[in-house]
């Protein structure tokens, strides 16, 4: 393993609002005061809520302490990846343990939503998010937007002279064997959006094709989709396949990684929340006001303190500089409901060809 240091001396980042152009946002002590805050104080005791979420921990912690001290509501949460998320709540369907699932692609909510786990919730904070991010049927709730980068280690392909890769094809360059991570479809929500946005850009056929070949160059296979950043963060490899959320993060704790975009086509995703299907007696009214409170602006711009990188939903919340806007980026055009529908089915199948994504190397 490659020892690795943190850049010495990384720039202050400039804020700005990515899906608002030219709008620049005020110094940390400003949003505070100009963030929208919830219409009420928090009640002496107003009672609790029960979560899974897909979402990192370190940024969990500034989203859930920031509710409780706006609203008074205490938070339990555990931390699962979206596929691992939707798996428990599949088995405790007959009685529910937790009333809210937060985080991970829109394309598992869809699915769930079919099958009976969710149900429909709508927040009135959908009136400042545009209508393309919004679930037609009515269950799920946008939270943000990612889409998926190579997070690649500079001092890497400094040292050999080496170009980052820049389309899907420069991942199967034999001068990367063994140094590209994924994780695996089967619990990640982030390579299950890379399956299902190149299964319907490729085909079946040349997807499959393109996925076994890609396995050649695999050092390992992680659990969650945070696992390849963390292997380019602990020099394990020279590529993570990863949300550009994620890999920028490791930017912003000073890490060397240079994010690239697939110019042949980018997968994105729209991260989503959602009511469980009869949750815990007693939370619905909290459950929903955690939504609301996620989708407002304030929730929103809890990304910034977080380090989340992610892009709101909400149109006037603001964000980290330093991703590319959505309109400059070659968008793969995906069919939620079709992925939503096949994700079980499509993520075996991936399982079945490619014999280590079955066990998973590390979370």
Request: hydrophobic letters at 35%; a negative charge.
């Amino acid at each position: 393993m490659r020892k690795r240091k943190k850049k010495k001396g990384v720039a202050a980042l400039c804020l700005s609002a990515l899906l608002l152009a030219g709008c620049t946002a005020p110094q940390a002590e400003e949003r505070t005061q100009t963030a929208a805050l919830p219409a009420a104080p928090p009640a002496a005791d107003a009672g609790s809520l029960t979560i899974y979420s897909a979402l990192p921990e370190e940024e969990l912690s500034v989203y859930l302490h920031a509710f409780t001290k706006d609203t008074g509501i205490d938070v339990s949460c555990e931390r699962l990846s979206a596929g691992e998320m939707m798996r428990r709540a599949e088995q405790e369907r007959d009685a529910p343990r937790v009333s809210v699932l937060l985080g991970g692609p829109s394309d598992y909510y869809e699915n769930a939503a079919k099958t009976g786990l969710i149900e429909p919730y709508q927040s009135d904070e959908l009136q400042n998010v545009p209508e393309a991010y919004r679930d037609a049927d009515g269950y799920w709730n946008p939270i943000y937007i990612g889409v998926i980068s190579f997070a690649c280690d500079e001092e890497w392909f400094g040292q050999r002279g080496l170009a980052y890769p820049d389309s899907w094809d420069d991942l199967l360059d034999p001068a990367l064997e063994g140094q590209v991570v994924m994780a695996s479809p089967q619990s990640s929500g982030t390579s299950y959006t890379v399956l299902a946005s190149l299964m319907q850009k490729l085909g079946e056929q040349d997807a499959w094709a393109y996925f076994e070949a890609l396995d050649r160059n695999i050092a390992f296979y992680t659990a969650s989709g945070l696992g390849p950043a963390e292997a380019v963060k602990d020099g394990e490899a020279a590529v993570g396949i990863v949300f550009s959320h994620d890999g920028r993060r490791l930017s912003l704790d000073g890490y060397p990684v240079e994010l690239r975009y697939p110019a042949d086509g980018t997968p994105a995703e729209i991260g989503a929340c959602a009511l469980v299907c009869g949750g815990p007696a007693g939370e619905r009214e909290n459950a929903e006001r955690f939504i609301d409170w996620f989708l407002s602006r304030r929730g929103q711009e809890c990304f910034i303190e977080a380090k989340s990188c992610r892009l709101p939903v909400n149109a006037t919340a603001r964000t980290v500089d330093g991703l590319p806007e959505l309109s400059s980026l070659n968008l793969i055009e995906s069919d939620s409901s079709w992925a939503g529908m096949v994700q079980q089915t499509l993520s075996r199948q991936f399982c079945d060809r490619i014999e280590r994504a079955q066990s998973p190397q590390r979370d």
